[in-house]
């Protein structure tokens, strides 16, 4: 049986997620192992932490969900583009990885739920308007982007506080 488009890109997704992505680990992958006091540290200055990264990276998931959906916010706040960390225990690291999960798996029913024929029409944003296609896409490579960006964090030396 041949593959769809909307299936390719449902297949997409999940390996930006789950893996295994051609380019190297899924956003899941790439977080096994990182305890909350190393997510919360910031090695680099002027960079985001990781825990930043994935509160980031599950707001966007939402909010493409939504999107696709129809119910996304007409604006986007900074709160809601990098939201605040908060409390940094071990306990809120596994509800962040946990949300992360969920939005993952909403947005990949969303995704597998497509009509080719919506795949090239328009998809509101809030400074931009992109096709389903584009914006499907789209975050996939924000979402493969992050996880590279912490695979360098969790490189990076420990120990350096939040």
Aim: aromatic letters at 6%; charged letters at 25%.
């Amino acid at each position: 049986m041949a593959k769809t488009e909307v299936t390719r890109m449902a297949d997409q997704w999940r390996r930006a997620v789950n893996g295994p992505a051609w380019h190297g680990p899924s956003i899941k992958e790439v977080l096994k192992g990182v305890s909350a006091p190393q997510a919360a540290a910031r090695p680099l200055p002027d960079a985001h932490s990781i825990w930043e990264l994935v509160l980031h990276a599950t707001a966007w998931i939402d909010i493409v969900r939504g999107r696709l959906e129809g119910t996304a916010p007409k604006r986007i706040t900074a709160a809601m583009n990098w939201p605040k960390v908060g409390s940094t225990s071990a306990r809120d690291w596994r509800r962040a990885i946990s949300r992360l999960r969920r939005a993952g798996e909403r947005l990949g029913a969303t995704i597998r739920r497509l009509n080719a024929g919506r795949l090239d029409r328009d998809v509101p944003g809030v400074d931009d308007t992109w096709t389903a296609y584009v914006t499907v896409h789209g975050i996939i490579q924000h979402t493969l982007y992050h996880a590279g960006q912490i695979a360098v964090l969790k490189k990076q030396p420990r120990g350096t506080r939040p």
